[in-house]
């Protein structure tokens, strides 16, 4: 089992930045991979980004590649997710997951965080 416990998000006005970090404990190493989903009120949960066990390979949807960087901290068991020129659209809950491979299904990842909220501001 391995468990994911969030931080960040919050409430930023339209072109501002947040960061969200994901710390993962239990059986974990270095061997999973991570990823970012999130859910927006009314719509299905979709991928953002993932990250390889390794950080070698990056992985963005279209809709945030560009402003979004995920990264990770494998010493520290951490996964990030830094968030720049933000918009309203962006506004949604946002989840960390992991796996043992990489993935950008939703069905791609069986461990999950709590999920942390990010509202963008017009």
């Known amino acids: 089992q391995v468990q994911l416990v969030e931080s960040g998000g919050g409430l930023v006005q339209a072109g501002g930045s947040l960061r969200h970090s994901c710390a993962a404990s239990g059986r974990t190493g270095s061997t999973y991979a991570m990823g970012w989903l999130r859910q927006a009120p009314g719509k299905e949960r979709e991928f953002v980004a993932a990250?390889?066990?390794?950080?070698?390979?990056?992985y963005y949807a279209d809709s945030v590649h560009g402003r979004f960087t995920i990264s990770r901290d494998n010493a520290k068991n951490t996964v990030y997710l830094q968030m720049n020129s933000l918009k309203p659209e962006d506004t949604a809950v946002y989840y960390c997951a992991a796996d043992r491979t990489i993935g950008v299904q939703t069905y791609d990842y069986n461990y999950w965080g709590q999920g942390t909220q990010v509202t963008v501001s017009s």
């Open positions: 990250v390889t066990w390794g950080g070698g390979r990056t």
